[in-house]
Structures are given as C-alpha cells and as structure tokens.
C-alpha cells in the first residue's frame, strides 16, 4: 500500500495491493437525523456488546458489503472504494475495487479490479503489471505482514470483525442512524494479539499474521450495530513503519447491510490462476 518501487514491508504490500498506495476520503458517513439516545439503547456492556459482532455476523448469513480504505504515506493520500457481497459462514466475499487514477497518467480511469477473499487466501483479477486480463493473481494471505487486513485494498469484513473480539477499551457513544436504520454507536481501542488469541479457526491465522506486521497492536475503531447486534458499519485505523520515520496510516471503513441475501462465491479454477512473475511499477 505504498508508492512502487520500495523494498522492505511497504515493497511487498505494494506488489500485492494492486499497484497503488491506498488512501482517500472516507465519504460513508452516518447522522443523529433526530434520533434520541435512548431509542436504540446498548443491551449490556459496550465492551460484550462490540466483540460479539463477529457472532452475529455469522448468524446473520450474507451481506451487501460497501468499503473504503484511505492511505496517507509521505504526504501522499490516495483512496480505494470497493462494492460487493459476502457470505459469512462460508468466509467468502466478492468485491469489485475502484483505483484511484496514477498522478499524473493520461488515459482515463483505471478499470476496476475483481478481488475475491476466501479463509487464508486472496484472489484478484485485472490486476496489471504484466498479468494477463483473464487471469487471477493468487496470494496466500497468512504470508502477508498484515495478515491481509490492509493488503488487498478492502478488510476481509469477518476479519474485521473478529478483530474486535479483542476490544478492552469501548465507550457507547449513543444511538444514530445509518442509511435509515438505527444503529448503537460505539468507539475504543482493540488488541491484535487478544483477538488473535480468541479468533475462530478460520481468521486466527490472519490476525497472528497481522500482530507482527504493525507498529502497534492497539487499532482504535468506532463500530455501529443495529438491534440485532450486526455491524452496519466498522471503521479501524493502523499504522507500520513503511520503511520510513514517519511511516503511513491506513483506515479502513466497511459498511453491511441486505442481510441475509445470498452471497454465492465462486473460488478460481486452477487453470484461470496467473503462475508467471508479477512486474512491479515505477508509477
């Protein structure tokens, strides 16, 4: 998620992130629109209340998926927006991503790349730099430094969730509403490590991943939940060294909604997997 041409972490995020440094301005917002606190109150504590998300995610079954990740590395803020579906007792989501145009590139917008998440492993199609148009790039996401949670240009959203199993730090913010349905909103901070720790079997291996790939393992984030206890909306901030002092800031906001629709995801076939060298970029 860095400008090309690095080595070191930031090198291997940008081979992977789709040739671009991820960053932008996160436009899904949500209003009080009038709603009292107590129309949506918490059902009990804000810390139970956050970490078990994942849980109702689960039982909820699919969901529409809409995503931003906004990057700021060296002065440089460029952004990814991503739609799509996914099925969370599967582990497995569709999302079609919007790049932002290369600074300073003729030609036109940037065709969208195709990016299919599945437990442990990351598939995307149109991914250029030398791969052929039909063709997918595979990428084992546990070998990734960010176990994936940053990489691909949109957070697995059971992984995101999942992470917040590690939530020690939870204020209640009070009710809002969200694309018209009411939601609790809550912030504070989550431990990478914790939620690795108490992670189900299919996105331990990402989040132990990712406990070594940031320069914390506190991420802050603010979560909204409607009265089901489902996330309609997740937002989380990380930080890595980049190779630089400075290093670069990512925050990732997803948001769900048409629950329970049928998300179905259809792995790549063997022969459809790109097997050649991925050519980096000067861009």
């Given at each position: 998620?860095?400008?090309?041409?690095?080595?070191?972490?930031?090198?291997?995020?940008?081979?992977?992130?789709?040739?671009?440094?991820?960053?932008?301005?996160?436009?899904?917002?949500?209003?009080?629109?009038?709603?009292?606190?107590?129309?949506?109150?918490?059902?009990?504590?804000?810390?139970?209340?956050?970490?078990?998300?994942?849980?109702?995610?689960?039982?909820?079954?699919?969901?529409?998926?809409?995503?931003?990740?906004?990057?700021?590395?060296?002065?440089?803020?460029?952004?990814?927006?991503?739609?799509?579906?996914?099925?969370?007792?599967?582990?497995?989501?569709?999302?079609?991503?919007?790049?932002?145009?290369?600074?300073?590139?003729?030609?036109?917008?940037?065709?969208?790349?195709?990016?299919?998440?599945?437990?442990?492993?990351?598939?995307?199609?149109?991914?250029?730099?030398?791969?052929?148009?039909?063709?997918?790039?595979?990428?084992?996401?546990?070998?990734?430094?960010?176990?994936?949670?940053?990489?691909?240009?949109?957070?697995?959203?059971?992984?995101?969730?999942?992470?917040?199993?590690?939530?020690?730090?939870?204020?209640?913010?009070?009710?809002?509403?969200?694309?018209?349905?009411?939601?609790?909103?809550?912030?504070?901070?989550?431990?990478?490590?914790?939620?690795?720790?108490?992670?189900?079997?299919?996105?331990?291996?990402?989040?132990?991943?990712?406990?070594?790939?940031?320069?914390?393992?506190?991420?802050?984030?603010?979560?909204?939940?409607?009265?089901?206890?489902?996330?309609?909306?997740?937002?989380?901030?990380?930080?890595?060294?980049?190779?630089?002092?400075?290093?670069?800031?990512?925050?990732?906001?997803?948001?769900?909604?048409?629950?329970?629709?049928?998300a179905v995801v259809e792995l790549?076939?063997r022969g459809d997997i790109y097997?050649?060298?991925?050519?980096?970029?000067?861009?």
């Amino acid at each position: 998620m860095v400008v090309q041409g690095r080595r070191g972490r930031g090198a291997a995020f940008a081979a992977v992130a789709c040739g671009a440094v991820l960053a932008g301005a996160l436009t899904a917002g949500c209003s009080p629109d009038g709603v009292a606190a107590d129309d949506l109150p918490p059902t009990g504590s804000a810390v139970d209340e956050v970490r078990r998300t994942a849980d109702a995610l689960l039982r909820a079954g699919g969901a529409r998926i809409r995503s931003t990740m906004e990057t700021v590395s060296g002065g440089t803020r460029v952004a990814i927006r991503g739609t799509g579906g996914y099925d969370f007792r599967a582990g497995r989501g569709e999302l079609e991503l919007v790049l932002p145009d290369p600074a300073g590139e003729r030609g036109g917008p940037r065709p969208p790349v195709t990016e299919i998440i599945a437990p442990g492993v990351l598939y995307m199609k149109n991914r250029g730099a030398g791969v052929p148009a039909d063709k997918w790039v595979r990428v084992d996401s546990t070998s990734l430094a960010d176990g994936n949670l940053v990489t691909g240009g949109a957070t697995d959203p059971l992984t995101a969730a999942e992470l917040l199993r590690g939530a020690g730090q939870v204020t209640y913010r009070g009710a809002q509403r969200l694309d018209g349905v009411a939601v609790r909103h809550y912030s504070g901070t989550t431990d990478i490590g914790a939620a690795a720790g108490v992670a189900s079997a299919r996105t331990k291996p990402a989040l132990t991943a990712a406990e070594k790939g940031f320069t914390t393992r506190r991420v802050p984030f603010d979560a909204y939940l409607d009265e089901a206890g489902r996330l309609r909306k997740v937002r989380q901030s990380y930080h890595f060294a980049n190779g630089s002092a400075k290093g670069a800031s990512v925050t990732s906001t997803t948001q769900l909604g048409d629950f329970g629709r049928k998300a179905v995801v259809e792995l790549p076939e063997r022969g459809d997997i790109y097997a050649g060298k991925i050519a980096a970029t000067g861009r």
